[in-house]
C-alpha cells in the first residue's frame, strides 16, 4: 500500500509527501520539484558515483518511522548536488526541503 500526502512549508510552498508500506518497513520520501529527502533506504554513494551525471539533489535522514520525523531529522548524508546548493550534512529535512524550491 501507499500514501500520498500534501505537506504544507514554513514558506507556504506544498510538497508531497510519499509513504509506501512494505512488509517489516515503510519507505519514505519527501519530494519537490528539484528535488527530496528520504529515509535510510536512500543509497546517497549510488548517487553522487554511478548516477552522478543526473545531478541528483537528495538528502537521507536515518531512524525516521514517519514523514513528521522525516521533516524533523537531521540529514546524515546528502547529495553533492544538494550541497552545491547550500543543504548541510545536520540540516534538518524541513529547511532542505525549503531550499529545494
Do not use: W
Not at 505537506?7 to 515503510?26: C, D, M, Q, S, Y
Not at 554511478?50 to 522525516?70: H, P
Amino acid at each position: 500500500m501507499m500514501n500520498m500526502v500534501p505537506i504544507r512549508l514554513k514558506n507556504g510552498a506544498t510538497v508531497i509527501g510519499a509513504e509506501v508500506f512494505l512488509p517489516k518497513t515503510t519507505l519514505l520520501s519527501i519530494s519537490t520539484d528539484r528535488g527530496y529527502i528520504m529515509c535510510g533506504a536512500l543509497d546517497v554513494g549510488l548517487l553522487n558515483e554511478r548516477l552522478k551525471d543526473r545531478q541528483i539533489i537528495a538528502g537521507r535522514a536515518v531512524g525516521v518511522r514517519t514523514l513528521d520525523e522525516l521533516l524533523n531529522a537531521p540529514l546524515e548524508s546528502i547529495t553533492y548536488e544538494a550541497e552545491k546548493i547550500g543543504i548541510t550534512i545536520g540540516m534538518k529535512g524541513y529547511d532542505a526541503l525549503e531550499l529545494m524550491l
